[in-house]
Nanobody
Framework: QVQLVESGGGLVQPGGSLRLSCAASGSIFSIYAMGWYRQAPGNQRELVARITSRGSANYADSVKGRFTISRDNAKNTVYLQMNNLKPEDTAVYYC?????????WGQGTQVTVSS
């Protein structure tokens, strides 16, 4: 099994920044990609950003230019730097790891953007 531990969520004012981290452990042998999804109340879970083991990244249009995803392959950790946060970024953020055809999810971390 694979375990994902997320950290870094919280309350921030509009225009502020947060950095999410997700550390993977357990039966890891060949990570293809890691990433972040989010889910706001009443909405479907949506992709925020994803990065492959080779460093190829893609982003949701709504976060392009504000969020940056990165990863430390040696630590099996993925980060999401979120700048210029907006109230519409408020959601539970979930880390996801893809290994072969399996997807593993973290428990989620709350991000609230409010004045």
């Amino acid at each position: 099994q694979v375990q994902l531990v997320e950290s870094g969520g919280g309350l921030v004012q509009p225009g502020g920044s947060l950095r999410l981290s997700c550390a993977a452990s357990g039966s890891i042998f060949s990570i293809y990609a890691m990433g972040w999804y989010r889910q706001a109340p009443g909405n479907q879970r949506e992709l925020v950003a994803r990065i492959t083991s080779r460093g190829s990244a893609n982003y949701a249009d709504s976060v392009k230019g504000r969020f940056t995803i990165s990863r430390d392959n040696a630590k099996n950790t993925v980060y999401l730097q979120m700048n210029n946060l907006k109230p519409e970024d408020t959601a539970v953020y979930y880390c996801v790891l893809q290994q072969t055809t399996e997807h593993y999810w973290g428990q989620g971390t709350q991000v609230t953007v409010s004045s």
